[in-house]
């Protein structure tokens, strides 16, 4: 059984893939509540579905893009999971994952972008072929740099209609299409490292300054 | 084989990984990974590289803890980690990892609060807590003194500082003087060649106006400033500082605070031990000086080994196993990260 999750957006995403197809999906309820909420959706999937972690036999975790403090429950999550139960843990980019839902849901047929929210009103974009993939990106900028007629699955279009018109459905990742996805291996399977982006906001100290207040 | 609990405890409330393992009392493994280095060219905890590194550090620093320990994750009995308060997205890395660690070993979760855990860990180190005792913590996060009665239900604030931390006024001190990040063990070790009472720093909060409504409160901030204009003056006038007088004198305004009030509000509360933690407990002078102060006074004080004062996952680890021991009622897997989360709140 595959156990696959995302939380590179605003709200987490699990499922249960026994092989076949998915068997279970589920979405958390509120935006930005990762942390609290991924370990009781796998809990339930399980639960609910009669079975115990011994069942599990490989983990499927979103990389990202998206927004860094979500990501890193992700992963660390895969992890920690895949450490403790000694089964394999693999990483796909999560807009990977929105293109091939758009692709084999018939969203799309030529080619597309998929865009996401990177807020600071910024996207993480990327584009694809005709049969779904990758050929740039992904990357991080502002949509007006990126404005495009092309089709764009993902939250990116909702957000920013005036510089990507076309939108289309997904408008966001889905575990089950994530846990598809490492099935069937549609996408470039990853480590489950973290697609960041952007470097961290830290400023470099200069030399020292006077703590004083001006006299 | 004993039967006392065997806890792993998770620390990520700032810039150390801790994975620490206990059975009961006694300590089987302390792992650590750090990320000061990365920090120390910022001058500070810088928070998004400080979630980065956890991130990277988690699975390796819970394997080295297991494999110091000589034990399978498998026969752990429950998993304890900090849930604040610390910095929010620090605190998310171990909580998840550690809700992951009791979803695959079908183990109790005991999301717990960083201060309590500073007092648990002198358990491994010194047996079973006074109780009651008085607690002063003392790092770059906090300064607080603390009435314990039972460190598994609950922690009775009596003061704290109202503006620096003791670590922090530490690290600011050790900028002003040219010394590297973290500031605590170069002032320690500048310090020991200096003279003490070559600089008359104020101490904070202890006028007597002052004792009416912050009796057992701290203040570093002013005598932060204090040493600034010191510095500048001898620097205006051309005079070339002594590094380790300044630190000295400093270091002793600020142990002499501390001890000070720990002392008093141990005397109020008829207490009669006193317990140092935090990482600027791990301070030679504090330890001298508060040691020598008490007997004085007929007061015991127990100080852990300086690293088990500092961040690290053994304390945690330590809580946990008190509470397992104790019958405490585990965290739900919901459980949130709390960066303000109350030191009233024991077990979240
Ligand atoms: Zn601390």
């Known amino acids: 059984m595959l156990l696959s999750f995302d939380t590179a957006t605003s709200l987490v995403t699990a499922a249960l893939h026994d092989g076949q197809d998915v068997v279970d999906e589920r979405l958390s309820e509120r935006p930005m509540k990762h942390g609290e909420h991924l370990a009781p959706l796998i809990e339930a999937l399980l639960t609910d579905n009669g079975l115990v972690r011994q069942d599990l036999t490989a983990i499927a975790v979103g990389v990202g893009p998206g927004p860094f403090t979500g990501l890193r429950v992700g992963l660390v999550t895969a992890r920690t999971l895949a450490h403790v139960l000694e089964i394999p843990v693999y990483g796909v980019c999560t807009l990977d994952v929105v293109a091939i839902e758009a692709i084999d849901t018939g969203a799309v047929t030529g080619d597309f972008l998929v865009a996401t929210d990177a807020r600071r009103k910024e996207v993480y974009l990327a584009a694809y072929d005709d049969r779904g993939r990758r050929t740039d990106g992904p990357v991080v900028a502002r949509p007006a740099d990126l404005a495009s007629d092309l089709p764009v699955a993902g939250e990116g279009a909702l957000l920013y209609p005036e510089h990507f018109p076309r939108g289309v459905a997904p408008t966001r990742p889905s575990a089950g299409w994530l846990a598809r996805v490492v099935a069937e291996e549609r996408a470039e399977l990853l480590d489950p490292e973290p697609l960041y982006l952007r470097r961290p906001d830290a400023v470099v100290s200069g030399p020292r300054k006077p703590v004083l207040p001006p006299a | ?348």
């Open chain 2, 1 to 348: 084989m004993s039967d006392e609990p065997l806890v792993l405890g998770i620390e990520t409330s700032c810039d150390e990984t801790g994975v620490g393992i206990v059975r009961g009392h006694t300590l089987l493994a302390d792992a650590v990974a750090s990320s000061v280095e990365e920090h120390a060219r910022f001058g500070g905890v810088v928070p998004e590289v400080a979630s980065r590194a956890h991130l990277e550090a988690m699975v390796p620093t819970i394997e080295r803890a297991c494999e110091t320990a000589g034990v399978s994750l498998r026969d752990i009995d429950a998993i304890a980690v900090t849930s604040g308060p610390g910095l929010a997205g620090a605190l998310l890395v171990g909580v998840a990892s550690a809700k992951a660690l009791s979803i695959g070993l079908g183990k109790p979760l005991y999301g717990v609060n960083h201060l309590a855990a500073h007092v648990a860990v002198d358990q491994l180190e010194h047996g079973p807590l006074p109780e009651p005792c008085l607690a002063m913590l003392v790092s770059g996060g906090h300064s607080s003194l603390l009435k314990v009665e039972d460190v598994t239900v609950g922690v009775d604030p009596l003061g704290s500082t109202i503006d620096d931390a003791a670590g922090e006024a530490f690290d600011k001190v050790a900028r002003l003087l040219g010394l590297p990040f973290p500031g605590g063990p170069h002032i320690d070790r500048a310090a020991a060649s200096g003279n003490s009472v070559a600089i008359d720093f104020p101490r904070g909060l202890t006028a007597r106006k002052d004792l009416e409504r912050h009796r057992f409160d701290f203040s570093f901030s002013g005598l932060k400033t204090a040493v600034a204009r010191w510095v500048e003056a001898q620097q205006r006038d051309g005079i070339t500082i002594d590094v380790a007088d300044v630190a000295a004198s400093f270091q002793e305004a600020v142990c002499d605070v501390l001890t000070r009030k720990a002392l008093d509000a141990a005397q109020f509360h008829g207490i009669e031990d006193i317990l140092i933690g935090g990482g600027v407990a791990a301070n030679s002078r504090l330890r001298a000086m508060a040691t020598e102060r008490a007997e004085a006074r007929g007061i015991r004080v127990r100080v852990p080994r300086p690293g088990l004062c500092t961040d690290n996952g053994a304390m945690v680890a330590a809580l946990g196993a008190e509470l397992v021991k104790r019958g405490r009622a585990p965290s739900a897997l919901d459980l949130p990260a709390d960066s303000s989360q109350p030191i009233t709140t024991v077990v979240a």
